[in-house]
Structures are given as structure tokens and as C-alpha cells.
């Protein structure tokens, strides 16, 4: 298993502003998972980070937008840069445990106004 | 993109009745995975079946898997308030692993 901590636990923000969100795992581990989760909907993978090389993004995220940093195998963040409402979301971290695509856990999340 | 499509969006049942979520998915897939969400927090996992079994269980939980058909569904049997939360099938698909959600069922079980 793995106990994620992630903060903030939410912040309310400006427009324009930006937000890094920090993710602290309590094992070393290869992989780590960035997600989004607009207000009533599913979760979204923005990008998979692994140490010591350039994240992975998905289509529709790009790293001027969501710079991820990875510099050790326990610890990431991700900033939200230049936000607008359209932002605001839950930002979830997970990390796998185990064979790969097999069990996420996850962060307690990060719930993000940006006004 | 999104993968799985839960059915239904909402569901609502008394304490102690058993509560059914189905899921279907597009592509072919290594495993077919179950979360819960409480008020939108960290997700916690449940059930993991793999594309080669047909049936789980975990304690109150049971997963079917219908690979023909692309379909699972998830029982939570007697209910309890403690049950209410969103429920999300998640695969992994068999080209690269990759988690991905469907849209989820909010259950809501009622005293």
C-alpha cells in the first residue's frame, strides 16, 4: 500500500495567478499520477510523472500550462499555471502500487476555486 | 478519453437493500478496476477482476465481468449509510496499462 499526502486541500485563487499542488508519498515509487476532476464528472489524467525524466502529458494538457516536477521517487507537484474558472477543479495525485495498471491510490485531492 | 460509461448516474435505495452499478467499456482491457469516492476526496480502491475471470467477491462486494459483451457490474449487498459515495469502473487497457474512468454512480442510500 501507499499513504499519499497531498496540500493544499484546497485554496481559492485569483485569475491568472498560479497554484503549485505538492504530493508526498510515503514509499519511493516509479510512477505518479496526475488527475483532474471538473465539478460532477470523472477523473482525467493530465500527466504521468516519473523521476528524473520530462513528464508525460496528455492529449489536451501541455507543460506551459501544467509544469510537473519529479525530483525525487517520492515526491511531485504540479502547478497550475495562469488560472482562469475554467480551472477550477479537484487536482488528485496517485501513485501505483504493484504490477503496473493494477491499483491506483490516491491523494486526498486538492479542490481549486479560481474566482 | 474516457473509457467506461457507468449506469445509472444516481442511485438512491433504503438501508440494508442491495445496490447494483453497471459499467461498459470500448477497448480490450487487462483488468477491470472499482473505486469510491467520498465528497469528492481521494479515491479508494475496491475490487480488482482480471479480462480471464467472470466473478469477484469482497465482503459485501461482488464484480462480474462480461468481456463479450465489454460490461461489469458491481453489488454492494445490505447497505449501510456509510455506503454513500460515487462508485467508478476503471480499465486498464492491454496496449499500455493506462488507468483510465469512467464517469461514476452516485449512490446515495437513505435511512
Known amino acids: 500500500s501507499a499513504v499519499i499526502s497531498q496540500k493544499p486541500s484546497r485554496d481559492i485563487c485569483q485569475r491568472g495567478t498560479s497554484l503549485t499542488i505538492q504530493c508526498q508519498v510515503d514509499?519511493?515509487?516509479?510512477?505518479m499520477f496526475w488527475y483532474r476532476q471538473q465539478p460532477g464528472q470523472s477523473l482525467t489524467l493530465i500527466a504521468t510523472?516519473?523521476?528524473?525524466?520530462?513528464?508525460?502529458?496528455e492529449s489536451g494538457f501541455v507543460i506551459d500550462k501544467f509544469p510537473i516536477s519529479r525530483p525525487n521517487l517520492t515526491f511531485s507537484t504540479l502547478t497550475v499555471s495562469n488560472m482562469s474558472p475554467e480551472d477550477s477543479s479537484i487536482y488528485l495525485c496517485?501513485?501505483?502500487?504493484?504490477?503496473?495498471?493494477?491499483?491506483?491510490?490516491f491523494g486526498s485531492g486538492t479542490q481549486l476555486s479560481v474566482l | 478519453s474516457q473509457q467506461g460509461e457507468e449506469d445509472p448516474q444516481a442511485l438512491s435505495i433504503q438501508e440494508g437493500e442491495n445496490a447494483t452499478m453497471n459499467c461498459s467499456y470500448k477497448?480490450?482491457?487487462?483488468?477491470l478496476q472499482w473505486y469510491r469516492q467520498n465528497s469528492g476526496r481521494g479515491l479508494v480502491h475496491l475490487i480488482l477482476?482480471?479480462?480471464?475471470?467472470r466473478e469477484k467477491h469482497s465482503g459485501r462486494l461482488r464484480v462480474t465481468l462480461d468481456t463479450s459483451k465489454k460490461s461489469s457490474s458491481l453489488l454492494i449487498t445490505a447497505s449501510r449509510a456509510a455506503d454513500t459515495a460515487s462508485y467508478f469502473c476503471a480499465t486498464a487497457s492491454d496496449r499500455d496499462d493506462k488507468i483510465i474512468f469512467g464517469k461514476g454512480t452516485r449512490l446515495h442510500i437513505l435511512p
Open positions: 510523472a516519473n523521476q528524473g525524466s520530462e513528464a508525460t502529458y
Open positions: 514509499s519511493q515509487v516509479t510512477m
Open positions: 496517485s501513485v501505483e502500487v504493484g504490477r503496473e495498471g493494477e491499483k491506483l491510490f
Open positions: 477497448t480490450s482491457i487487462n483488468n
Open positions: 477482476i482480471r479480462s480471464n475471470e
